[in-house]
T-cell receptor
Framework: KNQVEQSPQSLIILEGKNCTLQCNYTVSPFSNLRWYKQDTGRGPVSLTIMTFSENTKSNGRYTATLDADTKQSSLHITASQLSDSASYICVVSRTGGDDMRFGAGTRLTVKP | NAGVMQNPRHLVRRRGQEARLRCSPMKGHSHVYWYRQLPEEGLKFMVYLQKENIIDESGMPKERFSAEFPKEGPSILRIQQVVRGDSAAYFC??????????FGPGTRLTVL
């Protein structure tokens, strides 16, 4: 069973709308959690990285939250743009940073 | 349905030797991506392949590194004449199309 579960698997929204992607994990001991954006056919680009003590981190229109107690993270995208269409991958690292567990990703499509 | 398989999980090489990393994609997946993660850094895209074709190798170092995805068998990432700076975790991901990628457990390369 994958230790990082993402939902939904895919999502379609209209341009300008907000959306929230979810990531639940069972990885332990926890080191950090990253959200990546990956455009079709391209390598992933890191959006945020959060450690145990951080609850919220923003990067432009992207805001990630982390609840280390419930082992849940979310990525909120505000005022979506067509260029936000991509896969969003949640990656959780164990202590030491070398041992990573990847979620399967959420495929977001933003339509005009 | 087995997930993405990578072997070996750990590989130790001395400077100047060759390292061969293998990736068996999920059944039915014809797209393979290779990534490198250096200590304390995020994922770095290296190369994107489809069966027998290199689609995007923009992240691959120009020398010593090569990748292939033959018609039969796993994808191979080859590093010739390894140096200490090549020590990293190398991740492979596969996809049935240009959609969501499924990551393997990674190969940890240590160059002595």
């Amino acid at each position: 069973k994958n230790q990082v579960e993402q939902s939904p698997q895919s999502l379609i929204i209209l341009e300008g709308k907000n959306c929230t992607l979810q990531c639940n994990y069972t990885v332990s001991p926890f080191s950090n959690l990253r959200w990546y954006k990956q455009d079709t056919g391209r390598g992933p680009v890191s959006l945020t990285i959060m450690t145990f003590s951080e609850n919220t981190k923003s990067n432009g229109r992207y805001t990630a939250t982390l609840d280390a107690d419930t082992k849940q993270s979310s990525l909120h995208i505000t005022a979506s743009q067509l260029s936000d269409s991509a896969s969003y991958i949640c990656v959780v690292s164990r202590t030491g940073g070398d041992d990573m567990r990847f979620g399967a990703g959420t495929r977001l499509t933003v339509k005009p | 349905n087995a997930g993405v398989m990578q072997n070996p999980r750990h590989l130790v090489r001395r400077r100047g030797q060759e390292a061969r990393l293998r990736c068996s994609p999920m059944k039915g997946h014809s797209h393979v991506y290779w990534y490198r993660q250096l200590p304390e850094e995020g994922l770095k895209f290296m190369v994107y392949l489809q069966k027998e074709n290199i689609i995007d190798e923009s992240g691959m170092p120009k020398e010593r590194f090569s990748a292939e995805f033959p018609k039969e068998g796993p994808s191979i990432l080859r590093i010739q004449q390894v140096v200490r700076g090549d020590s990293a975790a190398y991740f492979c991901a596969s996809s049935p199309s240009t959609d969501t990628q499924y990551f393997g457990p990674g190969t940890r390369l240590t160059v002595l």
